[in-house]
């Protein structure tokens, strides 16, 4: 599993941007990747409403409003310095490190 997650600049905790879709231009901090489906689950963002029956964990039943995974390709990374979604590149540093930069700004991508 450690792999597959290697092959996505977006990472857990990053703040995105909506490109596409019906929640189009929203922002939201990444709550989960799943690496299997390409899809994120963005803090927020892509509300659906699931019915659910009381039972012996949920007292009471009803309507409960959560967040759907979106995928992977309709969001993007949102840039510190411009505030707002950017694409993504590698650049090679003067050390010769490769890194992630945001190909508008050439801002580089500093990941703990």
């Known amino acids: 599993m450690a792999i597959e997650l290697l092959k996505f600049r977006i990472r857990k905790n990053d703040l995105v941007q909506v490109i596409a879709g019906k929640e189009k231009g929203k922002t939201g901090k990444v709550l989960k990747i799943l690496p299997k489906k390409n899809r994120v689950l963005v803090e927020k963002v892509n509300f659906i409403k699931r019915h659910s029956r009381p039972s012996g964990r949920t007292r009471q039943g009803g309507i409960i409003q959560k967040e759907a995974p ?31 930069a945001y190909k508008k700004c050439g801002e580089i991508i500093e990941r703990t």
Not at 76 to 84: A, F, H, I, S, T
């Open 70 to 100: 979106i995928h992977i390709s309709n969001v993007l990374l949102v840039c510190p310095k411009c505030n707002r979604g950017a694409r993504m590149g590698k650049r090679v540093l003067q050390d010769g490190k490769k890194a992630l």
